[in-house]
Structure formats: structure tokens, C-alpha cells
């Protein structure tokens, strides 16, 4: 049995992480098929916006310790893949993470891969691994900052986050998409060059006539006072 699930609902593909005998912690082979799966969900042009999230219960309770030291551990290397699957890799389109129970160690990392966070109230984060002398190699230390991004209920992470994505989705994509990656660029370079590539981004979502359209359909009424369209 895979230890993932994948289904697409609409233009949203969730990525269920489904291993509950051990907290959906992730070995070596469940990280490369994380990777695998958000490669082939970058590579989809019907697919706009990704969930992460785990099955029972719990989001991911990190590398799997119990795999490590038989020997079965995950891949730790310089170049390619992270240690849990996707973590070094930027794609194109956002994910966004459902997180009900434990989101530690690599777990945490996972989440914070991510570019949003819907957590249950009683979602638990935490860095856990370093009791036991294993350090953060997925980005932890790079991109700890605000989790939560929005708070429900337990029980309904995964829900409100297909709904966050399903609205996401139904944005107009070169735009999202481009501001998006202008914020990820920035990071390594001085100002100057950093607004000058967001304007590169600029000039290249408004020659695809987006903003056009949806100045029209502006125009037209759609939108007035906050409505949704």
C-alpha cells in the first residue's frame, strides 16, 4: 500500500500523507513519493493550488526515527530532494497546509514548506527532534516565522483548506503566480534588484491581459464593496 494519498478535487490536488501507525512520519520512501507527487502536481496545467495534509488525525510527526535507526532512513544530501521529500523545491503554484494533531520536527518543516497554514485550534507545533540530537535540514530554521494562517475548528483543517485553495484557484493565476515568486526571489537580493524584478513580473502578468480583464469585469459591477464575484 502507497503511503500517500492523492486526489483532485477540481483544480486543487491534496496530498495526504498516510501513515498512522507512526504519526505520519515520513521514511525515505514516503519523502521521495512527497517529492514525486508535487513534481507531477507542477507539471499538471489543470491543477492551480495543493493541500498538504496527513490522514488520523495528525498532520506529520517528522522524520521517522524508528526508520533511521534501522538503517532505512531518509535521504540527507547536499544537492536534489530534501530529507522529507519536497522542501527544497519552489514551485510555481501554492500549497497550502491542513494541519489537525502534531506538526513537529520535519513535520513542522513540511508545513512551513508550505505557503499558507489553515490549523486546528488544537494543532500542536513543535521542534521535538532536537531532544534527540537531530537537527532541522528542511528549511525549519530558515523559514520559521507566523504559522497559522487561519484557526478552525478540529476536525475541519482539511476542509477549510480545499476551500482557501478552491478560492485560490479561481484567481486569476499568472498574477498570483508571479507576485508569488517575486517574494520568494527577493530574499538573496539587495532592494533595488528586488524591485526591479517584481516590476520584470509586473510587466509580464499585464502583456497577459489579465489586469484588463479584470478591470472590465470591474467596471462592469463585479466586485464593488468587498462582494465577491
Not at 496530498?15 to 499538471?44: K, M, Q
Not at 478591470?215 to 459591477?221: D, L, Q, S, V, Y
Request: charged share 20%.
Amino acid at each position: 500500500m502507497s503511503s500517500l494519498n492523492i486526489e483532485q478535487i477540481g483544480a486543487v490536488t491534496v496530498v495526504e500523507i498516510d501513515r498512522p501507525a507512526s504519526r505520519n512520519a515520513v521514511d525515505g520512501t514516503t519523502a521521495a513519493l512527497l517529492a514525486d507527487a508535487f513534481r507531477a502536481f507542477a507539471a499538471d496545467d489543470t491543477q492551480s493550488v495543493a493541500v498538504l495534509t496527513g490522514a488520523g488525525g495528525v498532520f506529520c510527526a517528522g522524520a521517522d526515527l524508528k526508520a533511521v535507526a534501522a538503517g532505512r532512513g531518509n535521504r540527507v544530501v547536499a544537492e536534489g530532494d530534501g530529507p522529507m521529500g519536497p522542501t527544497r523545491m519552489l514551485l510555481d503554484k501554492p500549497v497550502i497546509a491542513a494541519v489537525e494533531g502534531y506538526a513537529v520536527a520535519g513535520g513542522l518543516e513540511l508545513a512551513l514548506w508550505c505557503d499558507l497554514r489553515v490549523a486546528a485550534r488544537d494543532a500542536v507545533f513543535g521542534v521535538f527532534c532536537r531532544r534527540w540530537g537531530v537537527p532541522l535540514v528542511d528549511g525549519g530554521t530558515v523559514r520559521l516565522a507566523g504559522l497559522a494562517n487561519r484557526l478552525v475548528e478540529p476536525g475541519e483543517a482539511r476542509a477549510a483548506a480545499v476551500a482557501l485553495a478552491t478560492d485560490l484557484a479561481a484567481l486569476p493565476q499568472v498574477c498570483m503566480r508571479n507576485d508569488r515568486l517575486s517574494s520568494y526571489e527577493q530574499w538573496s537580493m539587495t532592494l533595488d534588484d528586488a524591485l526591479h524584478n517584481e516590476y520584470r513580473h509586473g510587466v509580464e502578468t499585464l502583456a497577459s491581459g489579465e489586469a484588463v480583464a479584470g478591470a472590465t469585469r470591474f467596471r462592469e459591477g463585479a466586485g464593488r464593496h468587498g462582494i465577491p464575484e
